[in-house]
């Protein structure tokens, strides 16, 4: 079961704080955050695995919120290098260990 | 120090002619997966491996298999390639199963039929 990302796209400038969000329809073990540039591959940022459970470095930061179902990404003071597709992945009772991907959301830094 | 090492970086092959795809890596993870990834679209698991336990994905044409001679590779081979399995193929591992895995990915082999 795919989860649902929003938005599917958003541009900031520089220094503008950002929130991506990712909801599903099954309860969820675990949410995992990806950074994909054009051409390159999906880059690792973090994994959530508890209700309530927030994580961040740098100024990226995500929450979960197993009751609702969802996360989200947060961007603070969003820099020229975050630019890119942020995907979820989602890990549920019926996908064993293996993700299911949203369909990503672009994000577009300008100066 | 590359961890994840896909060949080659792109691959051109005629419509209905057998290709294979290489992923390497020097993790030493338990678990390999391989994705299929169209433009602007989200990665797609095709199968995975845990070890040598082989994990078809449901929806995953009967036209691409899967190989893992030992942990450190995997192969992915489409048999009879259509104009519909252009697309960006992602190789990824993680150390083991369960919630709490990362998965590290390959730069990707972009596939064209010609």
């Known amino acids: 079961q795919q989860p649902v990302q929003s938005p599917q796209a958003v541009i900031l400038r520089e220094g503008e704080d950002a929130v991506i969000n990712c909801s599903s329809s099954?309860?969820?073990?675990?949410v995992h955050w990806y950074r994909q540039k054009h051409g390159e591959a999906p880059i690792f940022l973090m994994i959530l695995l508890k209700g309530g459970e927030q994580k961040g470095h740098d100024k990226i930061s995500a929450s979960f919120n197993e009751k609702k179902q969802q996360s989200s990404l947060y961007l603070t003071a969003s820099q020229l290098s975050y630019s890119g597709t942020y995907f979820c992945g989602t890990e549920s009772a019926n996908s064993g260990y293996a993700l299911n991907f949203g369909k990503g959301t672009s994000l577009l830094v300008t100066p | 120090d590359a961890m994840v090492i896909q060949n080659p970086r792109y691959q051109v092959t005629q419509f209905g002619k057998p290709v294979t795809l290489s992923c390497s890596q020097t993790l030493n993870h338990n678990v390999m997966y391989w994705y299929q990834q169209k433009s602007s679209q989200a990665p797609k698991l095709l199968f995975h491996?845990?070890?040598?336990?082989?994990?078809n994905e449901a929806d995953t044409p009967d036209n691409f298999q899967s190989r893992r001679p030992n942990t450190s590779f995997c192969f992915l081979d489409i048999r009879s390639p259509g104009l519909g399995d252009a697309a960006m193929y992602l190789c990824?591992?993680?150390?083991?199963?369960?919630?709490?895995?990362?998965?590290?990915f390959g730069d990707g082999t972009r596939l064209s039929i010609l």
């Open positions: 990824a591992t993680s150390r083991d199963k369960g919630a709490n895995q990362p998965q590290h």
């Open positions: 491996y845990y070890d040598k336990d082989f994990n």
């Open positions: 099954k309860a969820l073990y675990s």
